[in-house]
């Protein structure tokens, strides 16, 4: 695809080119919330589905439909190939990847750039930069952005001797993906070489590699990020930080923003250093930079996320942003529509829980099939990002996602009991889900004291779960 008679040079030397089409390569709730905006912004959207999703939501939205391949993931969503000849096959200017699958993949990226269509995120170069792990610690160093004491690359050799001068305990790391695989916490030298061979063959399984690395680990840390937007003009926007502590396995299940736990001379610090962080790596896009805190508020560097996060509508909520449309705009080479003076007059406070399609009480056991009966929460300040309907069948073959609930308050207080409100109104029946777990935190009141971090869910179910069965 070459220019068209609205292609023009903006100032940083990208082609600028208005979108007519944009295909999304994904599916579920970030499918549909893009769709919205596409509508929006008065863009066609191109819907691509396996064959496990031919009654999805995302699909009767879209402008256009074209089926990518059968119902395993490697078959349709992963399928480059699949995704470029659809794209090709619509006319599409563009691809938005979603969050997962193709999303942080720097050889889709430049697939896209050979076939002259634009990849609506970061470069392959600086994908690829800050996709590896141990790379992006080194240059995030470079950049003064305080990192913990690790090995400076991936760790090949002498394990016990890297690990013994770092320090116990020690975070073994997948050099080359997340999400917790490949991951490992080793607190004494004689478990080192068998869990370094197991998060080897976890990450190989993953991501095609066994590499990794060595990090101190840090007990009992908050999980804070920021997220950013620069474009070619020069901009860069950074957010008010999301607090993601309240995890189980590395894998998120509340977040908010602002986080209780960070004051208003940590939040410059923290946007202080994801600015320089970001032109180090010549990053276009949207992104998002992680952070471990320790009980003294010192944070350190984790990784870079060169996508959209599952957890950006709390963002939204606080800044009065759409994210996915900045994520457009940049694209196309032209300038955000919003200032950091805007972003930085941020109003309230927002929480998102993900509610999944699993038996929370049974070690979260995935539960997949036909959602016989749901009813979502309405109301001032309650947002339900979703692609299931009553009637929807939960395929078997990718994330249990049911719905993101988000709400929004004028303090974090009310947020809860919002929060609260919204979850009670939650009608799931036909399949298990976490709603009830949800229910469950925001009674805690550790929870509502801003009092937890990473590790606190491994010890807050166990004695949920005890206390239920004390009252059988």
Not at 202 to 222: H, L, M, Q
Request: hydrophobic share 35%.
């Amino acid at each position: 695809m070459g220019k068209n008679s609205s292609d023009q040079e903006n100032q940083g030397g990208i082609v600028k080119k208005e979108f007519k089409k944009v295909l999304i390569a994904n599916r579920g709730e970030i499918a549909v919330r893009v769709i919205r905006t596409l509508k929006e912004m008065g863009i066609k959207s191109i819907a691509v589905y396996s064959k496990a999703d031919k009654n999805s939501l995302h699909i009767s939205m879209a402008d256009e439909s074209i089926c990518v391949g059968d119902s395993p993931s490697k078959m349709s969503y992963l399928s480059m190939e699949s995704i470029i000849s659809a794209a090709l096959a619509t006319g599409a200017d563009a691809i938005h990847p979603g969050y997962g699958f193709l999303s942080e993949n720097s050889e889709f990226s430049k697939l896209c750039s050979k076939n002259g269509i634009v990849f609506i995120g970061p470069n392959p170069d600086s994908i690829r930069l800050l996709g590896n792990k141990s790379v992006a610690r080194n240059l995030a160093k470079k950049s003064g952005v305080p990192i913990t004491p690790g090995s400076d690359d991936s760790v090949k050799k002498d394990f016990l001797g890297i690990a013994k001068k770092i320090g116990y305990p020690i975070m073994i790391k997948a050099a080359n993906g997340g999400g917790g695989k490949g991951m490992r916490i080793v607190t004494e030298p004689e478990n080192l070489l068998k869990e370094v061979e197991m998060a080897q063959r976890e990450a190989k399984e993953a991501f095609g590699s066994d590499e990794v690395f060595f990090e101190r680990y840090i007990e009992k840390p908050r999980h804070i990020e920021i997220q950013f937007a620069r474009d070619y003009n020069g901009n860069i926007i950074t957010f008010p930080e999301r607090d993601c502590s309240l995890q189980r396995k590395h894998q998120k299940l509340v977040e908010e923003t602002p986080s209780p736990y960070v004051n208003s001379d940590i939040r410059k610090k923290l946007h202080t250093v994801v600015k320089k962080l970001a032109e180090s790596a010549n990053y276009h896009g949207v992104g998002t930079v992680e952070f471990l805190m320790d009980k003294d508020k010192n944070f350190y560097f984790m990784e870079v996320n060169t996508r959209l996060q599952v957890e950006h509508p709390v963002t939204e909520s606080v800044c009065g942003v759409d994210l996915v449309k900045e994520q457009i705009l940049i694209a196309q080479g032209e300038s955000m529509d919003i200032s950091q003076d805007y972003v930085d007059d941020f109003r309230g406070h927002s929480i998102e829980h993900r509610i999944n399609a699993e038996d929370w009480e049974k070690n979260f056991m995935p539960n997949p099939g036909t959602v016989e009966e749901i009813v979502f929460p309405q109301g001032l300040g309650v947002r339900i990002d979703t692609h299931v309907y009553s009637g929807y069948n939960i395929p078997p073959f990718y994330d249990s996602m049911i719905a993101k609930l988000i709400v929004w308050a004028p303090t974090r207080q009310e947020a809860i009991r919002r929060s609260k409100r919204a979850l009670d109104e939650l009608i799931i029946k036909g399949v298990k889900s976490t709603a009830g777990l949800h229910r469950e935190i925001v009674r805690d009141i550790n929870f509502q004291r801003g009092d937890f971090y990473t590790k606190y869910l491994e010890e807050f179910i166990p004695m949920i779960l005890a206390e239920r069965e004390e009252k059988k």
